[in-house]
């Protein structure tokens, strides 16, 4: 009976191994690799230098119709391939991305294949139907399996619903929560890129790009303790006009599947970066090389730049004759401002539509638009309108038809915050007919950037971003600065940040409020300046008053002085949550950024990337007195050194920004 017994096993251990199939592919380095198992159960696990990241971790896809893309799919061929090439990339934060991966696309019999690619910073896989008819997608399976307990930083959904379906309704917009996975609570969602720590200084950055036609993931902790699960919220069955101010689709019923797809469906990119210093988190292009090509043909009249930004500061000007607010005289007021200060745009936000109607060609009497837009064109400012999704959404060929032939030249359109599959659709139509029309948009209310930006160059920014318009009225003790200096290695990931910066009214922990008619940052004036710089953002806001940018000459030049776009980035240094420093050149000037937490720091900055003769900066610093009051600053011109070593002090929640340019 035991001799039968061990035969027994010998036979089906045998067997197990014929079923199961493991395929390998290296990144260019050898560095990373990623081993996928096929069989029972379709896995991957990811490698670093020989070390586990990611053990075993399951993928699949469940079909309406009963198939099962993963568990017990059979490779009917293997492809390889290897591509080494320049992508350009003219609104981004470098002019030109190399693009440098092997390739693994494994061809099933059951109607999918599966690629994987690798590169130096990173793996990337995503399922392909090769079918030749329409389908849905009930469920997919994205695991991320660790081998212990790991920290991570957490991105929860901002509410304290546990309701899965008021969850799926957010603005994907929160600060970090530092804990471990087991600690994570298993009932709420968290948006991507997420960070976790797996030892050794390394991170892993999840994300997703090219997110078309297919709802967004996000992430939540699995039974296990040591693992995350990819989750999507269902397609919308039925929805009716509501939420802000009526400009919001309020979901009603939903599908029993999250997608509906067309044959030969292309589905998302499923992205795990790899760093081994944080600061290489803080410049990757990972999500921009995964996105489609552009399908804009003609970017000439694509225009990035700075925009003089009215709500945050609540329309708020001094020493003028006239109540300000949304009125002609108000806007031109900032038209003035634009103009004198070499500000491309000025935006009419919030208030211009009348309230209520979610109808974009109604317009407030006080407002006369073709005034404006002829009072700015004569001052080589543009206009950007401010939209409600809804409004936006339902007009949207008349809407951009009728404002680009008026002169407007853009719209931030808002208060989405889905990323079902309808709306992923709407950012895509909204961005096909916007280009048709020559129109620039900002989407604002936006679930995180997946490399639309390069499929729609015209799509300029993103909100997805905690950004600078909470300190108006939060009342829950945010710590902004911490958060300021967690981004660039997480959120930014992603892509561009709408995240409004520029107050010229600057506070200390100790003395900071939240004011909504005249708000404040945390953190240095420095702070602000810096980050600028740091901060990736091609259609950037001056978030603060004409008023007081007037007051504040010498910052003012600074500000609106730095490019939006840039030729080259290099990430200097970093520690997440701690501190960053970035550089950025734009010809043949350099522009460096840095800011700390609530720690006072100094750097010494490597800037040997500068290359060889003689070399001056503009700096701004934290002034002597900045611990106490925020607003304190230095600027002085200094000489770069010989060894290109340069040490910079920053105050509790300060900055530092500098322009550098080669002497004469």
Not at 221 to 247: F, H, I, W
Not at 506 to 534: D, H, W
Request: glycine residues 6%.
């Amino acid at each position: 009976m035991k001799n039968i017994t061990l035969i027994s096993l010998f036979l089906f251990s045998a067997t197990l191994g014929w079923s199961q199939k493991r395929y390998e592919v290296f990144s260019p380095d050898k560095q990373l690799k990623v081993s996928v198992k096929t069989g029972n159960v379709l896995s991957y696990a990811l490698l670093h230098k020989g070390d586990t990241l990611i053990y075993p971790s399951s993928i699949s896809m469940i079909l309406g119709d009963g198939e099962v893309w993963g568990p017990n799919s059979k490779v009917r061929s293997v492809r390889n391939n290897t591509v080494n090439k320049t992508i350009a990339s003219p609104f981004y934060k470098r002019a030109a991305v190399t693009d440098h991966f092997n390739e693994m696309t494994l061809v099933f019999k059951n109607g999918f294949n599966l690629i994987f690619r690798m590169y130096n910073e990173g793996m990337a896989y995503r399922f392909v139907s090769s079918g030749d008819k329409p389908f849905t997608v009930v469920s997919e399976e994205a695991r991320f399996h660790f081998q212990t307990d790991r920290n991570a930083y957490i991105p929860y959904v901002r509410t304290k619903s546990e309701d899965r379906e008021k969850q799926f309704f957010n603005s994907f917009e929160n600060i970090y929560t530092y804990e471990a996975i087991s600690r994570m609570n298993p009932h709420k969602l968290l948006f991507s890129p997420m960070v976790v720590e797996t030892g050794d200084n390394r991170k892993l950055c999840i994300a997703e790009a090219d997110l078309e036609q297919y709802p967004g993931m996000f992430l939540v902790k699995t039974k296990d303790r040591n693992a995350l699960e990819g989750v999507y919220a269902p397609y919308p069955k039925e929805k009716k006009q509501g939420g802000y101010n009526s400009l919001q689709e309020v979901i009603q019923v939903r599908e029993p599947y999250i997608a509906s797809c067309q044959a030969n469906a292309v589905f998302p990119w499923r992205i795990v970066v790899v760093s081994e210093n944080d600061k290489e988190l803080a410049d990757n292009d990972m999500v921009y090389k995964l996105a489609a090509p552009s399908r804009v043909k003609d970017i000439s009249w694509i225009r990035p730049g700075k925009v003089a930004w009215e709500w945050w500061n609540a329309w708020n000007l001094k020493g003028v004759d006239f109540k300000t607010g949304v009125n002609n005289e108000t806007y031109m007021a900032y038209i003035d401002f634009a103009s004198r200060h070499g500000v491309e745009y000025v935006i009419l936000d919030e208030g211009w539509a009348v309230n209520l109607k979610a109808d974009l060609f109604q317009v407030v009497p006080e407002v006369d638009l073709k005034k404006l837009i002829n009072y700015a064109a004569s001052r080589n400012v543009g206009l950007i309108l401010w939209a409600g999704y809804y409004a936006f959404n339902r007009d949207l060929e008349k809407v951009c038809k009728h404002y680009s032939e008026l002169g407007i030249k853009g719209f931030k359109v808002d208060f989405m915050d889905r990323d079902d599959q309808p709306m992923v659709e709407f950012y895509y139509k909204a961005a096909e007919i916007a280009a048709k029309h020559r129109l620039l948009l900002d989407f604002h209310g936006a679930y995180k950037p997946t490399g639309l930006n390069r499929t729609y160059p015209n799509v300029l920014n993103f909100e997805g971003v905690h950004g600078l318009e909470q300190l108006k009225f939060t009342s829950n003790n945010i710590d902004q600065v911490t958060y300021d200096v967690t981004i660039p290695f997480i959120r930014m990931l992603a892509g561009p940040m709408d995240y409004t910066q520029g107050a010229m009214r600057n506070a200390n922990k100790k003395n900071f409020r939240y004011i909504t008619e005249e708000p404040m940052s945390q953190g240095t004036r420095c702070r602000q300046l810096a980050e600028y710089v740091v901060f990736e953002s091609p259609l950037n806001m001056l978030c603060d008053s004409p008023s007081m940018y007037e007051r504040e000459a010498e910052c003012t030049s600074f500000i609106t002085s730095i490019p939006t776009v840039w030729d080259h980035t290099i990430s200097l240094d970093g520690a997440i949550g701690k501190y960053v420093a970035i550089a950025r050149k734009k010809g043949k000037d350099w522009y460096v950024g840095a800011m700390t937490n609530w720690d006072e720091r100094t750097l010494t900055l490597d800037l040997s990337f500068v290359g060889e003769g003689a070399f001056a900066a503009e700096v701004y610093r934290d002034g002597a007195n900045a611990h106490r009051v925020a607003s304190d600053y230095v600027k002085e011109v200094i000489d770069i050194p010989a060894d290109r070593k340069l040490k910079i002090s920053m105050a509790p929640g300060g900055g530092c920004a500098m322009k550098i340019y080669k002497k004469p």
